[in-house]
């Protein structure tokens, strides 16, 4: 449910299709929006966008999902791949509960991830997310850039 200027009414997801990627972030009490991380991410397999009653939602069944540990979590910053429209300088969350990613900023996240995770249990899942997220989307991984987000600016 909104808050802000919208309070009480349903939120509705735009942009959601199958096999979007749900980069799932937080941050820790008393910490600045700087320090917000990536603790999952995931392939949608089902979602509803929602209407003015019902909330929409994502979810997966995909073999494709990924939680990273703690100590990986914090290297994965939120702001190193997101930018704001408005203030692209600043990494403010602002309202609203989700925001959403452009293909090359999330196949930047999977390739980190996809490096970070190599000697783990997953580090084949991992890479094998990145090629195919890639593959699906059409992006050509030799051809993918360093990710400019607020902290990189």
Request: net charge negative; hydrophobic share 35%; aromatic share 10%.
């Amino acid at each position: 449910v909104q808050n802000g200027n919208r309070k009480g009414e349903a939120m509705k997801l735009h942009q959601v299709q199958s096999d979007s990627l749900c980069v799932l972030a937080t941050r820790e009490p008393n910490t600045t929006e700087a320090d917000r991380f990536i603790f999952a991410v995931f392939l949608v397999t089902k979602f509803s966008e929602g209407d003015e009653e019902k909330e929409g939602f994502v979810s997966t069944t995909s073999e494709y999902k990924i939680k990273l540990a703690p100590e990986e979590a914090k290297r994965m910053l939120f702001w190193k791949y997101h930018a704001n429209g408005k203030d692209p300088n600043r990494p403010v969350w602002g309202q609203g509960l989700h925001r959403y990613f452009e293909d090359d900023e999330a196949a930047q996240v999977l390739r980190d991830i996809a490096d970070i995770k190599k000697g783990a249990a997953d580090e084949e899942l991992a890479e094998r997310f990145y090629q195919h997220f890639c593959k699906i989307t059409g992006i050509n991984v030799n051809a993918l850039t360093v990710p400019f987000g607020a902290l990189t600016m």
